[in-house]
């Protein structure tokens, strides 16, 4: 048939790839690959040094840019403690509880609040 | 004397000794992974000195990742490879087209002694051509697994894709190829028998 004439075959397809595989290497390719190989080297011996424990942590901070924020707050906190400014409280006296203010609550009423609310009773009678 | 001479020592072994400035790893990476990278590149760009841009990018690559190659990473020729097809992929998207099947010439009344040569120049060149013809991932499979004679899961890796989609590329690829060729059997010395 004539179609089967013009057809290729997979053995003379695969031929043409065998013959493919060893292409013509450039003239000097492999010297400037090999150039550019030593140049970029690491020396003999010369290893990278791995990071301090303060530098893997400035890392996880975020960086120079994120332990300047942190050290710039910290020093602000500390100063507000030391010299607090005149309309804040005196932080002491309110650890201490002087003057806090704070009244408790008749729990009874609390507890019986719940116990009418969770058992839906004596509310309506 | 064959190019790479160390035949023993695994790529990944072999990238690790460079990092520590061994320069007998150099030269046999340099040896082993250029032509591969190099005929990768040609026969997906079709142009020896683009191709040869492109090994010399791939490599300077693989030299920059050494001190930070890590053992669990890929194979050492599967990243090159990628590199390689992106870096493939990357020329062809600036350019557009190649040069087609009726570009390339037919062996016309070669001289007694050189015909053969002449011939498998021209095999070659229709190779090349309907190369060019593919679509571009049809083209990276089928250099890789046909020319290169990678396996199916490793060019799977390369092109980021499942081997269901390599063989499929692969065999449509072959098709291609076979109806781009077809034509100019007589021509290029392929007999009906192979």
Redesign the interface.
Known sequence: MTAD?????????????Q?????Q??EG??L???D???A?????????APLSRWRRLAAAMGGWQGMGGLVAATCAGFWIGVSPPQYLPDAALSLLGAGAGFETTDMTEVAAYGWVVDEGSDIDG | MPLDQDTETDDATLLAR??????SA??T???RL??RV??HA??VLGD??EA?DV??DA??RL??I??DWEADRAQVSTWLYRVTANLCTDRLRKRRGGPALDEIAEPADPAPGVETQMQ?RA??D???AALQSLPERQRQAVVLR??E?LANPEIADILDVGVEAVESLTARG?RA???A???Q?QALG?????
Do not use: C, N
Request: cysteine-free; aromatic content about 6%.
């Open positions: 004439r013009h057809e290729m075959t997979d053995a003379a397809l695969d031929d043409l790839f013959d493919a595989r060893a292409p290497m450039p390719l492999m400037r690959v090999l550019a190989g030593f970029a080297q690491p020396a003999p011996g010369a290893t990278r | 460079y990092a520590r400035g061994d320069a150099t030269r990476l340099t040896l250029t032509p190099f005929g040609y026969r020896s000195a040869e090994a010399q490599m300077l030299w920059k050494a001190p498998s095999r070659m229709a190779l090349t046909h020319i004679g072959k190829l076979k109806a060729l077809a034509p059997k392929i007999s009906d028998d192979g």
